[in-house]
């Protein structure tokens, strides 16, 4: 899967604004490391997010070990039912996350891919749901806890 140096283009969203709404059923791309969610990816040495091939869902042994190695959500993605109005992200009618995301990368110059990254959420995902392929493009690059790198 190829990638090429270029400004990080918004791509035309296959979904988007008609669909966009509290929509049931969706997944959080970003969730925490916690009872209930599933693994979706993992940060690899170039910085990106990884995406399994299937999400795995975790249990309390998967947690201990993976907080003893610090923040998991500092290497790792989990996915979980999106909670709408129970998550603080959530600004009335969709989530916030994705749309700060877009908007701060709409004049980076980063690698980007060709085509989508394959994942395993994609049917129910709340941020392609939003934002459609622009999201894709930008999900790798999102660490959930990104405060390792704030504090550098
Ligand atoms: S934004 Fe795209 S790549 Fe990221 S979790 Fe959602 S569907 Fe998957």
Redesign the pocket.
Known sequence: MGQADRRFLMASPEKGAAETGTGANR?C??ARCEPGAAL??VKGSDGR?A?LRTAMPIDAAFIDAARDAGPPEQRM?F?SPCATTGCSQWTGERCGV?DRVLDHLKDATVAQRET????????T?????Q?G?S??????L?VTDNSAMAAE
Do not use: M, Q
């Open positions: 997944t791309p970003s979706l990816g997010i995406n993605r996915a994705i989508l990254p394959a994942c395993p959420i994609r049917g995902c709340r941020w392609y749901d934002s392929a999201a894709c493009y930008a999900c790798e999102v």
